[in-house]
């Protein structure tokens, strides 16, 4: 069974930093693709970043390029998320996804989530 | 930037009705489309990948169809663990971007 359980979250200040990591089990973690999806409180989805199995590519949403870094350690099985320069608009709860590799259409896909790890950012 | 606009935003609906709901992209996205299911406090779910395909373990009352542009999400009989938030994603080209979603309520 897949798990992803995300850590790391809490309340940090305007222009802080956190790391977020995502434990993964039940599966061949350096085998995928993985992904940061966020949800503001009382908001919908927005994807935040991908990466490639070997890291060699790196996808962000706009509103975080040059202050969220995302990678991964095979090792550990473990996915990270490093956020600087925090915003009040970065407040969320912060899920890792799995992504699935869909071979007629040649890309990737979301199939499965982690259960989430909250992030405040407030003075 | 490819935006998705889902309609309805919320609908009321009885156990045993047929829902559907619509998903809209500014582009033609082809088939690369999800649709997730949210329940208040909880992850979302994975339901459909590729516009019409059922993730696994999802039951077959869920089906999705539409290529290009329009999209849609069919619940053939409503059941009580259905009342939730539904979200469109489109996977054709980064930024990925979600729909705003669509809450369905009991009546």
Request: proline share 3%.
């Amino acid at each position: 069974e897949v798990q992803l359980v995300e850590s790391g979250g809490g309340l940090v200040q305007p222009g802080g930093s956190l790391r977020l990591s995502c434990a993964a089990s039940g599966f061949t973690f350096s085998s995928y693709w993985m992904s940061w999806v966020r949800q503001a409180p009382g908001k919908g989805l927005e994807w935040v970043a991908n990466i490639k199995q070997d890291e060699s590519k790196k996808y962000y949403v706009d509103s975080v390029k040059g202050r969220f870094a995302i990678s991964r350690d095979d090792a550990e099985n473990s996915l990270y998320l490093q956020m600087n320069s925090l915003r009040a608009e970065d407040t969320a709860v912060y899920y890792c996804a799995r992504l699935e590799f869909n071979s007629y259409q040649a890309t990737y896909y979301i199939d499965s989530w982690g259960r989430g790890t909250l992030v405040t950012v407030s003075s | 930037d490819i935006q998705m606009t889902q309609s309805p935003s919320s609908l009321s609906a009885s156990v045993g009705d047929r829902v559907t709901i619509t998903c809209r992209a500014s582009q033609a996205i082809s088939n690369y489309l999800a649709w997730f299911q949210q329940k208040p406090g909880k992850a979302p779910k994975s339901l459909i990948y590729a516009a019409s395909s059922l993730q696994s373990g999802v039951p077959s009352k869920f089906s999705g169809s539409g290529s290009g542009t329009d999209f849609t999400l069919t619940i053939s009989s409503l059941q009580p663990e259905d009342f939730a938030t539904y979200y469109c994603q489109q996977y054709n080209s980064y930024p990925w971007t979600f729909g705003q979603g669509t809450k369905v309520e009991i009546k």
